[in-house]
């Protein structure tokens, strides 16, 4: 497995910025992806990027604010979130799947194998 550590968690005010970071100890030929789980709501992708960084994916409901991209060399995964709104608001989790990408999704959080241990956002109006 993967280990994993994500930072970069804040609060914001709605509109605002946040960029969070996947620390890991190696990426080579893991999809990687982002997940986000609000209090009593199951886990949601938000994001994932395939194994060369080129394919990016996003859930509906942050294309155009949320851009994913990945370091390969240093092992690093980042979630750049922009125009942040309440329902942003979870904690945020980076996530390792040692294969590639399934096309055309963020896929389920069953499809991933490593998992950090999250980094609180919040989103305030």
């Known amino acids: 497995q993967v280990q994993l550590v994500e930072s970069g968690g804040d609060s914001v005010q709605a509109g605002g910025s946040l960029r969070l970071s996947c620390a890991a100890s190696n990426i080579t030929s893991q999809c990687m992806g982002w997940f986000r789980q609000a209090p009593g709501q199951a886990r949601e992708g938000v994001a994932r990027i395939s194994l060369n960084g080129v394919i990016q994916k996003y859930h509906e409901s942050v294309q155009g604010r949320f851009t994913i991209s990945r370091d390969n060399a240093n092992n690093m995964v980042y979630l750049q979130m922009n125009s942040l709104k309440p329902e942003d608001t979870a904690t945020y989790y980076c996530?390792?799947?040692?294969?590639?990408?399934?096309?055309?999704?963020?896929?389920?959080?069953?499809?991933?194998?490593?998992w950090g241990q999250g980094t609180h956002v919040t989103v305030s109006s």
């Open positions: 996530a390792a799947r040692p294969a590639r990408c399934k096309a055309g999704r963020v896929g389920d959080p069953s499809e991933y194998a490593s």
